[in-house]
């Protein structure tokens, strides 16, 4: 029996991973809609493949944190990222928490089926376009600054870009006020910035929000 977990707080996304895993033969699929959730019914269920979004409600990337804790227990279940996030930076950052594959929320209903099939027996997945991005990303070393981040520090980004308060990050991420605050003159360090707008004009450009986008299934 196959069983799929799939990690995503978007109801139609849900209904369409649903409709496409059943079409393939899936005989059980799980839905969470929560990283928490997801984890939970993973330690219960132990799944064949995970599907999982990087963003969720939080927008803070905390796919990344989800794919990283969960490869502490298991290194062999396949993760298919499911996502709008097209940034090589995040591309290759979920590569190398150990996300098996990658594929976009605006690809066709038959690339989303490959890139299943393809982690489902293990082997890598990611489309040409993002793969193409990646290799010149690494060819151009490290121009991008968003390589130099922590995941920590991109998920605080994500927020940022989005013009949540510094109290309001620190409740989507469960640290201190403090923290926040300190990984935030960290960033402006690393960017060559000294105020918190220009932080944010950093952030928006490097990581636009999704949320406008619909994903097609």
Not at 33 to 44: K, M, N, P, T, W
Not at 53 to 74: E, K, P, Q, V, Y
Not at 149 to 155: F, G
Request: aromatic share 4%; hydrophobic share 40%; proline share 5%.
């Amino acid at each position: 029996m196959s069983r799929v977990l799939v990690i995503d707080d978007h109801p139609i996304v849900l209904q369409g991973c649903r409709q496409l895993l059943e079409d393939a033969g899936v005989e059980q699929i799980m839905e969470a809609q929560s990283l928490a959730d997801g984890f939970r019914l993973y330690r219960a269920h132990k799944p064949d493949v995970i599907i999982v979004d990087l963003a969720m409600r939080t927008g803070a990337l905390g796919g990344l944190s989800f794919i990283r804790r969960l490869r502490l227990h298991d290194q062999k279940t396949p993760i298919l990222v499911f996502t709008m996030h097209s940034d090589p930076v995040i591309v290759s950052r979920a590569l190398e928490v150990g996300a098996t594959g990658y594929v976009l929320k605006d690809a066709a209903p038959d690339e989303m089926l490959k890139a299943y099939q393809r982690v489902r027996d293990n082997q890598p997945y990611l489309s040409h376009d993002l793969a193409s991005e990646v290799a010149f990303m690494e060819a151009r070393g490290t121009s991008n600054p968003l390589r130099r981040m922590t995941v920590r520090e991109l998920q605080t980004l994500a927020l940022v870009a989005e013009g949540k308060p510094y109290g309001v990050i620190a409740e989507q991420l469960h640290v201190s006020y403090k923290t926040v605050a300190n990984t935030c003159t960290q960033l402006k360090a690393k960017l060559g910035v000294r105020t918190l707008p220009e932080l944010m004009r950093i952030a928006i450009q490097h990581l636009p929000t999704a949320t406008s986008k619909t994903p097609r299934l």
